[in-house]
Each structure stands twice: as structure tokens, then as C-alpha cells.
């Protein structure tokens, strides 16, 4: 599916508390089918384990504002940022490559200037059309397990 084939009006707004356990869908599917041919199983598991739907609504809570991005009410994206940081942008694995991370992308900025990022190892791709450049490789640690990102920045 491509952006020019994308029947559907795509309604990007802030999370509610109800959105939860759809964020919470996303996140586990995008890392389970998305993610799965980038990173080893064991560190899918150590990414997965411990997150709870509330963790993203404690998550807003704390600062980090969330958009949604519907197609007829049904949730299908998020994205969230931390200051001038995209922490999270993950799109049903169906709806990808449609326009709906592009639409989430911009409905972010309009909220604030996105100078940074760390991208998983299948998006830098995606940021790059958006101007976000390649600094170097990193990785977090979840229950022991290195998971590896590239960081990535806009020229300012």
C-alpha cells in the first residue's frame, strides 16, 4: 500500500487514557513483525518484556505527549517526543508505507522542532527523507540485552 492508495482519512490527535492498550497492540506487533528481521529474537524479548499499557499513559503523564493516528476511529499509529527528541514512532505493520508515519512525522512538528532521534535499524531510511542524518551507532540496554539504534540528527 502506498500514500497514493491510501483510501482513508487519517485523523492524527492526542492520546486519551483509553488509547492505551491500542498503543500497547502496535508496539508489540511492529516489534514482533516489523522489527523481527533487524534484531534477534533475544532482544525482542528483552525490548517486549515489562511493558504494560499504562506505561505510555504514566509515560504522557511525565512529559512526553503522544499523537494517534486513526482511520475511522480505529487507532493504526503513535508517535510521542520528549523535548526536541522523537522517542517513538510505530505504525500497524499493514498501514506502513502508506503515509501514516509521514502524517504522524508532521503532526509532531507542528507541536515542536524535532532535532533528534533514535531510529530503529529498519527507519533510517524513513528519517532520512525527513533530514535527520546519521551521527553514530548506539544501543540501550533492556533486562541485560544490548538492543542496538543509530542516532540520528538534523543539521541546524
Known amino acids: 500500500m502506498n500514500s497514493e ?8 490527535r492526542p492520546m486519551v487514557e483509553m488509547d492505551v492498550y ?3 497492540n502496535i508496539h508489540t506487533e511492529c516489534l514482533r513483525t516489523s522489527l523481527a528481521g533487524h534484531y534477534t529474537p ?3 524479548e528483552s525490548w517486549l518484556g515489562g511493558r504494560t499499557p499504562q506505561g505510555y499513559w504514566r509515560s504522557q503523564q511525565a512529559g512526553s505527549p503522544y ?3 486513526t482511520i475511522n476511529r480505529a487507532i493504526i499509529g503513535y508517535a510521542n517526543w520528549i523535548g526536541d ?8 505493520p499493514k498501514f506502513q508505507k502508506s503515509g501514516v508515519g509521514t ?7 507542528t507541536q515542536t522542532h524535532l532535532s533528534c532521534v533514535k531510529a530503529t535499524l529498519s ?4 528519517y532520512g527523507r525527513f533530514g535527520f542524518k546519521v551521527i553514530h551507532e548506539g544501543y540501550d540496554v533492556k533486562r541485560e540485552v544490548r538492543i542496538p539504534h543509530i542516532f540520528m540528527r538534523r543539521p541546524t
Do not use: T
Open 67 to 69: 499523537l494517534v493516528a
Open 42 to 44: 533475544q532482544q525482542l
Open 123 to 126: 527507519a533510517v531510511e524513513f
Open 22 to 24: 491500542d498503543i500497547h
Open 103 to 109: 502524517k504522524l512525522l508532521e503532526a509532531c512538528e
Open 85 to 92: 527528541e522523537l522517542m517513538s514512532l510505530f505504525v500497524q
Open 5 to 12: 492508495s491510501l483510501p482513508y482519512n487519517i485523523i492524527i
